[in-house]
Each structure stands twice: as structure tokens, then as C-alpha cells.
């Protein structure tokens, strides 16, 4: 893979962009301190703005690293105020695989932006940066993120019992993915 870092990215609707300092108190009132928006995530709710602003802090300061992505997903019709965080998680430069994950605020949930998020990750990752894996998993008990996945172009690959962890506990997992030659042969994106 040919890292470039996270730099903007645009869809129809969408502006994925680099986090700043001053971000810290939407990403709290937006998803961050939102129990229900982190139910099924691997951080703890946020209990103040504090921790935010110590989470964006740690972003900004990897952004010179190429090979770290941490995008702000922006509605543009709100202006430039983030309403979702999109990322990769890890990555396996031996295999070209990244693993993304995501969250959003709960008042924009069920708008179809999250997969829109993904789908542009999706053609960022295969037609720029060179991965031949694209791939995220849920937890099966959040089946709308599952929904997320599938219509950003993911393929169901199955489900592992208890074999990750979340803010419920141990989990099971439900796998998608997406390898260079079916990314080439179907058409995906928004």
C-alpha cells in the first residue's frame, strides 16, 4: 500500500476531513458522551469534555504519520461541525488489509451518511492507497451497523462467537469484507 494519510475526502453529501483541537466539544455533545452511540463500541462513554479533548489532541498529533487515518465525518448542509468520527483501526501492510471502524451521533443515524462515509473509505483505500482488503466487523446484537456495512458495498463473510469484546462484554462478531477483484468486477459507491 502507498500511504497518504488522512486527507479529505468528499461525497454528495459528506466532508471527510482531518480533526482539529476545536473539534473536542461537538464530538462530546455530538456521540462521544452518548451511551447509546458507544453501547456497542470498545471506549466507555465520554464523562466530560476533558476526555474528548485529550482523544483529539492524540489525532491531530499522529497526522504526520501517513499511514494514520482519523476522519471527521461533516454533513456539509451543517456546516463544518463533526457528527461522526470514521477511522482505520488497524491495518496489515504484509496483506494490504485495513480494518475501518465508525461512529456517529444518534440524531443521524438511519440517514444512510454512515454508509456513505464508508463507501468513499471503500474507493479511497482500493483505488488510491492500493489496499486488496477492506474489511469491518459489529457485534450481531447491532444489526443496523451490519446494514451500514452492506450498503457501502461489504460482503457478509460470517460470524465468530465470543471472539472480541465490547462495552456489553465478551461478543461475538459478524465479519464484512472486500478484496481487490470484487471491488473491480461490481459497482459500489454513492
Not at 48 to 62: C, H
Not at 108 to 116: D, R
Request: aromatic fraction near 12%; glycine fraction near 8%; include cysteine.
Amino acid at each position: 500500500m502507498e500511504h497518504l494519510g488522512t486527507k479529505e475526502l468528499e461525497t454528495v453529501r459528506l466532508k471527510l476531513r482531518r480533526f482539529e483541537v476545536s473539534d473536542a466539544e461537538a464530538m462530546f455533545r455530538n456521540w462521544a458522551s452518548d451511551p447509546e452511540v458507544t453501547k456497542f463500541l470498545m471506549w466507555p462513554p465520554h464523562k466530560d469534555v476533558s476526555v474528548s479533548e485529550t482523544v483529539v489532541k492524540e489525532w491531530v498529533g499522529q497526522y504526520d504519520d501517513k499511514a494514520f487515518y482519523q476522519w471527521a465525518i461533516v454533513l456539509k448542509a451543517n456546516g463544518d461541525e463533526p457528527i461522526g468520527c470514521i477511522s482505520i483501526v488497524s491495518r496489515d501492510d504484509d496483506i494490504r488489509l485495513v480494518h475501518v471502524g465508525y461512529c456517529i451521533g444518534r440524531k443521524w443515524w438511519h440517514q444512510g451518511i454512515t454508509s456513505e462515509a464508508l463507501s468513499e473509505l471503500i474507493r479511497f483505500f482500493f483505488e488510491e492507497v492500493g489496499a486488496n482488503r477492506v474489511e469491518s466487523r459489529h457485534d450481531p446484537r447491532n444489526p443496523n451497523s451490519g446494514k451500514v456495512m452492506k450498503k457501502a458495498g461489504l460482503i457478509y463473510e460470517g460470524t465468530v462467537k465470543q471472539g472480541d469484546w465490547n462495552n456489553q462484554g465478551i461478543c461475538d462478531y459478524s465479519i464484512y469484507g472486500l478484496v481487490t477483484e470484487d471491488y473491480k468486477c461490481c459497482s459500489f459507491g454513492w
